[in-house]
C-alpha cells in the first residue's frame, strides 16, 4: 500500500508538488488526463489550483479526484 497524500500545492504546466505521509516529495502530471472526461474541467486554471487534500488524496471543488497509487507510482521525485 502506498503513502497517503498529505500535503498538495498546485503548480504550472498542470503539476501538482505532492508531499506524501512516507516523507516523499514529489511532482505528479496532470497534463495527460486534460483529454478525458470530468478530468477535462481542470484545464481551468482557476479550478485546477482549487486542488486540496481529502481522505489521503487529491480532490478538486468539482470532487474529481485522481487515485492516491497513481499519484505515488507515477509521480517523480521532486
Do not use: H, Q
Amino acid at each position: 500500500m502506498n503513502p497517503d497524500v498529505i500535503a498538495v500545492t498546485p503548480e504550472p504546466e498542470y503539476l501538482l508538488r505532492l508531499e506524501f505521509a512516507n516523507g516523499e516529495v514529489r511532482r505528479y502530471d496532470v497534463k495527460p488526463l486534460l483529454d478525458f472526461g470530468v478530468f477535462k474541467a481542470l484545464r481551468n486554471p482557476a479550478l485546477f489550483n482549487g486542488a486540496r487534500v481529502c481522505d489521503g488524496t487529491t480532490e478538486w471543488p468539482n470532487e474529481v479526484d485522481i487515485c492516491p497509487d497513481a499519484l505515488y507510482e507515477e509521480s517523480v521525485a521532486a
